[in-house]
């Protein structure tokens, strides 16, 4: 008996002890988005997927919307990393709250902008390709309102906010749909609710001249499971046209994949340092395309990224808009992930 109370004495003492250790310990912040932070003196996806959790949950629920720099590619990235966090959760929630309060007649509850459809339903249903593999009701919901949006010429009216590189021309919107119906589980693409306007969608993209290399890139990802967006050559020449942007180092820079003028007028570098943007969607990219993870390109590539993650986990871009915040390292960070990923 004596034997067993001190048994059970030890196991609360310890107890009590890591619960006073866990109290003890500060709460992850990684700061904001800094050219200068520290290299990580290892590579961490574990780190990254904390990153990428703070950010995505930290910008839903201060401005409750949905963002192709944040909490979109969060919900992309995360999967991969295979445990599922509440912060992942909870974003996920937020999304289909959204889908389920667009008509209940309450002041906010309607889509702010045919923007917010498009992205919740492409979020949606992506984020349903790479966890359950099943289209989930309120995605199916989204994409369907989609098509009520969708103008007759094929594409939509986009948020054109002078923020390149996604949130700047309809170009841009037209790519960013067509990859999520290229990927939204159960035959979306092919069912008697989507043909007509992907069909639309189709002709737009084959007869719109796309205005950067990174867009592009965005409909090689597409065309890589929807027939009709691309040639067998042009998918080969955009294949070729991003290698011969790679950098010595083994990276690339967003500033490289474009000829844009942002936010704040500034001169466009094509000639920036290898960075997370360019380097985790071009890896990512190359590889749905159908380039070998062997490939010594891209070996190269992954190379950069496991020796360019910041000590946060995050790894660096700089904006092409201002510098102030620098928010598109986070989308950065998730196509990073997703690279590795795909090259494992």
Request: hydrophobic share 40%.
């Amino acid at each position: 008996m004596f034997r067993s109370l001190s048994l059970t004495a030890a196991l609360v003492a310890v107890s009590s002890l890591v619960l006073a250790a866990s109290k003890d310990e500060p709460a992850y912040n990684p700061g904001p988005n800094k050219a200068d932070e520290p290299a990580a003196k290892s590579f961490s996806l574990e780190q990254a997927g904390k990153f990428l959790d703070h950010v995505g949950s930290k910008w839903t629920s201060d401005r409750k919307c949905g963002t192709c720099h944040t909490n979109v590619p969060m919900m992309w990235a995360k999967p991969a990393l295979k445990s599922v966090s509440a912060e992942e959760k909870n974003v996920r929630k937020f999304f289909e709250e959204r889908v389920a309060n667009w008509d209940r007649g309450q002041k906010g509850d309607a889509p702010r902008w045919d923007t917010e459809v498009i992205v919740t339903g492409v979020t949606l249903a992506i984020h349903d390709a790479k966890t359950t593999g099943k289209l989930h009701p309120m995605s199916e919901t989204a994409l369907n309102r989609m098509w009520k949006l969708q103008k007759p010429h094929g594409a939509w009216n986009w948020l054109k906010c002078n923020w390149p590189p996604q949130e700047h021309d309809d170009e841009f919107g037209a790519v960013f749909a067509a990859v999520g119906l290229s990927l939204a589980p159960g035959g979306y693409a092919k069912s008697d609710t989507a043909k007509a306007g992907l069909e639309k969608l189709r002709n737009y993209l084959t007869k719109t001249p796309m205005p950067s290399l990174h867009h592009k890139a965005w409909l090689l990802w597409a065309s890589a499971r929807l027939d009709g967006l691309m040639t067998a050559e042009e998918q080969q020449k955009t294949v070729q046209a991003l290698r011969a942007l790679q950098k010595p180092d083994g990276g690339w820079s967003l500033p490289s994949l474009g000829a844009w003028e942002g936010y704040d007028k500034r001169e466009n570098d094509t000639k920036a340092a290898s960075d997370g943007y360019g380097t985790g969607l071009v890896v990512f990219v190359l590889r749905e395309a159908g380039v070998s993870k062997d490939d010594p390109a891209l070996v190269k590539a992954v190379q950069w990224l496991k020796t360019n993650q910041r000590v946060s986990g995050r790894w660096w871009t700089r904006s092409l808009n201002t510098d102030r915040a620098h928010f598109i390292a986070n989308a950065g960070t998730a196509y990073a992930v997703m690279a590795l990923d795909a090259c494992r």
